[in-house]
């Protein structure tokens, strides 16, 4: 299927000349850039018909040419748009439905006259610069710069938002080539990641939402081939994690929900789990640095989830109790307060570190060494440049789907080897520190509940190798464990953060506090104990059956 892979990056208008200029792009330049105005409507049903099957149509002139597009919904990762397309060349600019009967989607030709047929949504018109490259291990791309702006209805009037943004579109190669062509321009200008297409902000306008995501993501499962590499493996898992972490990101800066802070730290351990999975299968020289990266990020999100607990969580129902008690209510309420302005400092930090460059340059490092194998369009492989590309992603990359999924075969010649192995390994450090649970120290569940974290973590990054009722059964146990002991260490950050917030005054709060936070710890244990009893009967879902 004709795939298109591009890497989409936000950059202010006034700084397009240096872009075009910048001393990373000049080697890799092929002719001069050449413009042209681009015109674009995109079509869909009145009921959105084609949005909610996550593909987008569109009719485009280029000039004098038309062209009509198909394209399917984008895989995972940050940035990295990779999706089928199709296009066809056509006589006038009014869509032609019965060319999507030769693709995947042929089962809307008969659909879409049935939902009310085909009506425009939304148009983009822009300036496109774009300039032919190749880079040393021949990859070719094409860089293309566009200004101008998305118009859509809704409600009567016409909503606009600008155009101002970076395409760098893989003709073939190697993909990880745009991610370092990327990280140079973030070196030296205020580039960011774009995570939506045209189309998605354009449907946004015509439906009257925010061009950013319109809830918190949760992660998802990641479908696995049955044979898939263990690095190929590792890094579809990386590109899914990372779509969570960006995918969360503009709603953490746009809105106060407490889950947005929730859904991208998950995101970010998550990465942080899987990165340090890649790194047997690397050359160990852009996973390390970014995994530091990443523990940056989840300390800043680490701080606001845990005050944003501390106050959304624990105090209500605690200041509500001692409301009853006229001595104790001037001190809850400082309390609250002092909380309530942590709470803010968190926040405000976690913001900033989000809208900075470094998470900016962390999103296209971690998209680097999650980048998917080269590829060659058709009459490209017979000078066998993807063998060559494949052969030298290690020298200068850190990690790859394709070198690694070689180097691993003496490790795992499958993912499914490999994972099978590490969950019972991991299973079995769990299973060895929850046997102590009913009479371990705050510390000893805190260790417990790392690892089954840690288990969990991989037992979701594979679990579509192993499909089945057991599969499901094990990670719903698990997941309840988990939880049972992530609210006890709610409890024990509880009582720490309130000794934190505490003055010479306020001892007596401070008791008061760590007292109800006892005894809500307390009432938690019935229910440890039969999710640990629930997980100890769950069947390993690994073993060979």
Known sequence: MPTEIELKLALDPA?????????????????????????????????????????????????????????????PGAGLHARAEHEWPLASGGPDLALIATTPWKKLVTKVPQDGGLVPVCTTEFRRQTVELEFPDRTRAQLCVDRGEIRAPHAGRSRRAPIA??????????????????????????????????????????????????????????????DVATADALSS????CLRQVAANADGLLADEHTEWVHQMRVGTRRLRSCLSLMKPFSADAAVEPLIAEVKWLAALLGEARDWDVFVTQTLPPLAAWFARDASAAPGIKRLRDRAARRRRDARKAAREGVASPRFQRLLLAAGLVSAPPPIDRPGDRSDNRSDDRRANRSDDRGTTAVVGAA???????????????????????????????????????????????????????????????????????????????????????????AGRLSGSADAATTGAVRGWVAAQAAAIEPRLEKALRRFDAAKPFWLPR
């Open 407 to 497: 180097a691993c075969s003496d490790v795992a010649p499958k993912a499914s080897v490999y994972a099978g192995k590490l969950i019972a390994r991991r299973h079995r450090k769990f299973a060895d520190l929850a046997s102590t649970l009913p009479h371990a120290s705050n510390d000893e569940r805190h260790a417990s509940r790392i690892a089954a974290k840690r288990l969990r973590y991989v037992a979701e990054f594979f679990s579509s190798l192993f499909p089945g009722k057991r599969t499901r059964t094990y990670l719903e146990t698990l997941a309840a464990t988990q939880d049972a002991l992530g609210e006890f260490n709610d409890a024990v950050t509880a009582s720490a953060l």
């Open 165 to 226: 943004e970076i395409e760098i579109e893989l003709q073939d190669g190697d993909p990880a080539n745009l991610f370092r062509l990327g990280l140079a321009f973030a070196g030296d200008l205020p580039v960011s990641v774009i995570r939506q297409s045209k189309a998605e902000r354009g449907y946004a306008l015509r439906q009257g939402r925010s061009t950013s995501a319109p809830a918190p993501v949760r992660a998802a499962e990641v479908e696995l081939d049955a």
């Open 237 to 240: 898992i990386a590109r899914e």
């Open 15 to 75: 700084a397009m000349p240096l872009l075009l200029r910048h001393a990373a792009l000049m080697p890799l330049k092929r002719g001069h850039a050449r413009s042209a105005d681009v015109s674009t409507t995109y079509f869909d049903t009145p009921g959105f018909r084609l949005q909610k099957d996550g593909v987008a149509l569109r009719v485009r002139r280029i000039g004098k040419r038309w062209v009509q597009t198909l394209k399917g919904p984008t895989e």
